[in-house]
């Protein structure tokens, strides 16, 4: 949005001091507004825009992106005020409506896999670090609960994941032998497709943040801090490219049974 709103100031050849005379704000409000320091309202952008001279189809579209950014950052403290379960719970009829899942995970295995034991000892760190209450096995059950989606309707599952995620134990080795069997499990469902990149492979990208495209219609991913979801056009375009990528290095099949049967080895 910054940068945005920089680029029409520049091409209406007006100073930030103009802008803002022209909006009655002080200088320094419109140089925190171009620089990303300071929440923009539809109003300011209202304001910027008619003192720039810009069309009133660019207003809209920059109205409308600065909603979808409001709504796109969600923090996890406000999510997980109700707790773990009803977090989990949450997201059931988004992924009831989603048809096509493209997921990648470079650090646990994804949610839709996860086994009981995985999901509770998972979950149970998270309600540790963050300090919320734990109903993590209440949690696990829900989480466990969405595997019914792998089985229901036409959707599809692409999966990638690094094999680094093999090796991540959590839990202890119990967890993980139970939680890998199961992976070889459903990485045979048909409306699965599970792809993992090896250690081994020359990288045309790195490893990046998880991320889910659900439907190609928006993103979704997780960071410490918050829940992000990306509906730009722009964006979407460079996911659907990262996952392209990465799932172009993923091998499947036997040579990625290979690989899991060796992680439960090494346990």
């Given at each position: 949005m910054a940068a945005r709103l920089r680029e029409i100031r520049l091409d209406s050849g007006l100073s930030a001091r103009d802008v803002a005379a022209a909006c009655g704000w002080h200088e320094s409000k419109c140089s925190r507004m171009q620089g990303g320091r300071?929440?923009?309202?539809?109003?300011?952008?209202?304001?910027?825009?008619?003192?720039?001279?810009?069309?009133?189809?660019?207003?809209?579209?920059?109205?409308?992106?600065?909603?979808?950014?409001?709504?796109?950052?969600?923090?996890?403290r406000r999510m997980q005020q109700g707790g773990l379960k009803r977090l989990q719970d949450a997201v059931?009829?988004?992924?009831?409506?989603?048809s096509n899942f493209r997921i990648y995970e470079p650090g646990v295995v994804p949610g839709f896999f996860q086994?009981?034991?995985?999901?509770?000892?998972?979950?149970?760190?998270?309600a540790d670090f963050f300090s919320i209450p734990?109903?993590?096995?209440?949690?696990?059950?829900a989480r466990v609960g969405r595997e019914r989606l792998l089985h229901a309707?036409?959707?599809?599952?692409?999966?990638?994941?690094?094999?680094?995620?093999?090796?991540?134990?959590?839990?202890?080795?119990?967890?993980?032998?139970?939680?890998?069997?199961?992976?070889?499990?459903?990485?045979?469902?048909?409306?699965?497709?599970?792809?993992?990149?090896?250690?081994?492979?020359?990288?045309?990208?790195?490893?990046?943040?998880?991320?889910?495209i659900l439907d190609g219609m928006q993103v979704v991913m997780e960071?410490?801090?918050?829940?992000?979801?990306?509906?730009?056009?722009?964006?979407?375009?460079?996911?659907?490219?990262t996952f392209s990528e990465l799932s172009s290095m993923a091998v499947r099949g036997e040579e990625a049974r290979r690989l899991i049967t060796a992680a439960i080895a090494a346990l």
């Open positions: 300071q929440a923009v309202a539809d109003s300011d952008i209202k304001a910027w825009c008619v003192a720039c001279g810009a069309t009133e189809q660019i207003v809209a579209e920059l109205v409308s992106m600065n909603r979808q950014l409001d709504s796109a950052y969600v923090e996890w059931i009829p988004l992924w009831e409506q989603t086994t009981q034991g995985y999901a509770g000892a998972l979950l149970t760190r998270i734990d109903d993590a096995d209440n949690a696990a059950l309707g036409d959707r599809r599952f692409a999966v990638v994941i690094e094999e680094s995620v093999l090796r991540t134990n959590i839990g202890d080795s119990e967890i993980m032998a139970g939680q890998l069997g199961h992976l070889l499990n459903v990485m045979a469902l048909p409306s699965v497709s599970f792809g993992i990149v090896p250690f081994s492979v020359f990288r045309t990208i790195w490893p990046v943040e998880g991320f889910w960071t410490v801090s918050a829940k992000i979801t990306v509906r730009q056009t722009g964006e979407l375009d460079l996911y659907r490219r």
